[in-house]
């Protein structure tokens, strides 16, 4: 057993700061583990000794009896160095730290926190917090909090469930919580982690997810997490759903590159949460709407979704909302078409949104012969039954039939329900008990299926192979850059550096009578801004561009003018999760127009295929406005090739490919910078 499992496993829990003083947070734990039937040892910890609300109280871990599974400390942050250096001594291997005055008051309380958690290393302690509200283990009732979640005033039932609830701020993490246990979802677990000082709210949700009975998980961060942690919790094959704050500060991000302004950290966050199968929830709700789709036992085989509703505008707004959310709206099979119009009345629809219409009011038949019809269907992964106010017998009917149709095809189903509670006041717990999960809007309920889909897709698990060729030791020039890239196979314009007017005169001719001019001179990154290209130079003009561009001081590249095409830029630059590539479209106007993706490196097969996909301006490419189609294959080839040359590169660089050309055969990469990172 790991030691993180000890916070919901602990035989024994130790309250450091544990009083009977009515009010204090030291008090709380100690009733809580009490009232809740603990069934461990409970060891207060007071300098006063005595009992503590019956229970012996010592002075010190040291002197109470051991072993001591996990402590609690809640003493003042000046007192919390001792404390722990006691819980050191006394063998113990988890101490929860909730006392606030660390890192998050300033560079004092971040030296105390440095200082805390270095003693605890040195000694074999792992610590949770500080500045956190502590854990609870549903299911042995171990309750190392404060949060007034537990108090006498509060009624909640807390019948052990699947769910882990994992955050940094403790507020949130508890009450995200109560709005769940509200619901009626059950959590297994909740733990808060305050200021992460060593155990990352990250370790405990892949900790979590180790457990046989953690059936999907809820997190909230405030740090960029480590890509490894990332990676190992999406590979635990437990649904997982995060909400991360900060999206607005890391918006800003300056870099180097147009590839770097491009992905920022948030971006790049996005990008790898959608590679690892991870959601990532926009707020509090969204991330509760998820685990109640976690809680469905059934998993979409794919995006397409059938709805069918009783209610026209809430089937159109879900139809709506699938296509925002990037699922599929299938248009269904004729032959289930034809059969539901059979079933249907004529003032509804066979077509999807189907629309069965009030009439299944009067005759609940027509829930069980129209939802066996479209389950049966193979173009249907999900079904969203979409439903406005219902009392407790309409929906007793709609769950019958919901249920047994998602029984038997083994497809989710979900549920939209516009309507008040208090017209139907049995209605949410008929819905979790059938394991139709269940909302209040169409727009959530379609985001909560976009959820499932996210965690239930295949993730490709091998990854391209890199080229072998290895770090540039030294920032290289657009030339040398070009070298290196004509040699991992990627196409770019014929041409090179000339030393004289003559010899630039003779590319000119060379290359087709026309030439592209540009200044090489390095660190000179957006030459464009500055006029050091000409584009279109004629074989009598080459003189002059020569001596134009020579006194930029470098040297001078004439390259073939390349035809018409469409223009993107491809990059890669080193994010805190690690090297990540990015395609925009509009070459050198990518930024303006703000299209673009990002996959962290290294890709797996199809992810090229995918980022092209998901341009918003993907049509370009296709051939729009009578232009011919550009060589999509070929694109999809050199954002491959891109990955595989950097693959194995050491950190700290930045690659922009800008702008790339792709021809209606092939793709060329007209201008390329390579940075490296200065040591800040
Ligand atoms: C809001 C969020 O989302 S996250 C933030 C979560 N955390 C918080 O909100 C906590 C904020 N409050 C604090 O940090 C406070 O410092 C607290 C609650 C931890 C401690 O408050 P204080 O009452 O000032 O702590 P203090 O250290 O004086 O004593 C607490 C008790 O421990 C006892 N104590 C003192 N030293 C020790 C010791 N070494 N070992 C054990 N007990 C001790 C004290 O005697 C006292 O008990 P008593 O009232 O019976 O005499």
């Known amino acids: 057993m790991s030691e993180l499992s000890l916070l919901w496993n602990a035989e024994s829990v130790a309250v450091i700061g544990a009083t009977e003083r009515e009010g204090a947070l030291g008090r709380k734990p100690v009733a809580y583990l009490q009232r809740y039937g603990y069934a461990g040892r409970i060891l207060p910890i007071n300098p006063k ?20 599974d996990l402590a609690f400390i809640v003493v003042s942050a000046d007192r919390v160095p001792a404390a722990v250096d006691d819980c050191v001594a006394a063998g113990i291997k988890v101490a929860i730290i909730a006392s606030s005055g660390f890192a998050e008051t300033g560079d004092e309380g971040a030296a105390l926190q440095a200082e805390t958690v270095a003693r605890a290393r040195a000694g074999g302690l792992r610590l949770v917090g500080p500045n956190c509200i502590g854990a609870v283990g549903f299911g042995n009732k171990v309750m190392a909090t404060f949060s007034p979640l537990f108090s006498a005033d509060a009624v909640v039932s ?51 997810a180790g457990e046989p009975a953690c059936t999907g998980l809820l997190g909230y961060l405030e740090n960029v997490p480590d890509v490894g942690a990332l990676r190992s919790l999406a590979n635990s094959g437990k649904p997982v759903a995060l909400l991360k704050s900060g999206r607005s500060e890391e918006g800003g991000r300056a870099a180097a590159s147009h590839t770097g302004a491009l992905a920022t950290d948030d971006r790049v966050l996005d990008a790898a949460l959608r590679q690892f199968g991870i959601v990532r929830a926009g707020d509090i709700d969204e991330l509760l709407d998820a685990g109640d789709a976690f809680t469905s036992p059934r998993r979409p085989k794919g995006p397409r979704v ?198 630039a005169k003779a590319v000119v001719d060379e290359v087709g009578g026309t030439a592209v001019f540009k200044a090489v001179v390095p660190g000179l990154v957006h030459k464009t801004d500055v006029g050091a290209v000409k584009v279109g130079v004629a074989s009598a003009d080459a003189a002059d561009a020569f001596d134009e561009l020579s006194a930029f001081g470098g040297a001078v590249l004439v390259e073939e003018l390349v035809g018409d095409g469409v223009e993107l830029i491809i990059g890669v630059h080193t994010s805190d999760l690690g090297p990540v590539l990015t395609l925009g479209l509009g070459g050198i106007f990518t930024e303006a127009l703000d299209d673009a993706t990002s996959r962290l490196l290294p890709l797996a097969p199809g992810d090229a295929e995918a980022m092209v996909r998901e341009l918003r301006g993907k049509a370009l490419l296709d ?58």
Not at 57 to 63: D, F, G, I, K, T
Not at 174 to 198: C, H, K, Q, Y
Not at 463 to 475: H, N, Q
Request: proline share 6%; aromatic share 4%; glycine share 10%.
């Open 49 to 68: 000794g005595g009992t503590i609300l019956g229970y012996q109280a010592y002075p010190s871990v040291l002197e109470a009896p051991g072993p001591i």
């Open 158 to 208: 807390l019948e052990p469930g699947g769910l882990g609830i994992v955050s940094q701020s403790g507020a949130l993490g508890f009450g995200a919580a109560s709005l769940g246990i509200e619901r009626g979802m059950r959590p297994g677990w909740v733990i808060t982690t305050g200021n992460d000082a060593d155990v990352s709210a990250l370790e405990v949700l892949a900790e979590l």
């Open 623 to 680: 051939g729009a406005r009578g232009r011919a189609a550009a060589d999509v294959p070929s694109l999809v080839r050199t954002l491959e090739t891109v990955a595989a040359l950097v693959s194995g590169w050491e950190g700290g660089f930045e690659l922009d490919l800008n702008p790339v050309r792709v021809l209606e055969s092939g793709t060329k990469v007209l201008d390329a910078a390579h940075v490296i990172a200065k040591e800040a």
């Open 306 to 503: 059938a709805i069918v509703t009783t209610s026209g505008g809430s089937g159109i707004l879900a139809a709506d909302d699938v296509v925002a959310q990037g699922l599929e709206l299938t248009p269904l099979q004729d032959g289930t078409r034809a059969a539901l119009a059979e079933i249907i009345p004529s003032f509804g629809s066979a077509n999807n949104p189907v629309d069965i219409t009030a009439a299944v009011l009067s005759d609940p038949s027509l829930f069980d012969r129209s939802l066996d019809v479209i389950a049966a269907d193979d173009t249907v992964d999900m079904i969203i039954g979409c439903f406005c106010v219902m009392t407790d017998g309409d929906v007793d009917k709609a769950v019958r039939a919901l249920a047994k149709v998602a029984e038997k095809s083994g497809k989710p189903v979900l549920v939209s329900r516009t309507g008040a509670d208090f017209l139907a006041p049995n209605a949410r717990a008929t819905l979790r008990e059938a394991g139709l999960p269940d909302y209040p809007s169409p727009a959530r309920a379609v985001r909560a299926a976009a959820a499932l889909w996210q965690v239930s897709k295949p993730r490709a698990a091998d990854s391209l192979a890199g080229l072998g060729i290895a770090t540039p030791p030294a920032e290289l020039t657009e030339p040398e850059l070009k070298a290196l890239l004509a040699r991992a196979g990627l196409s770019v314009p014929v041409g090179r550096v000339v030393a004289t007017a003559s010899e």
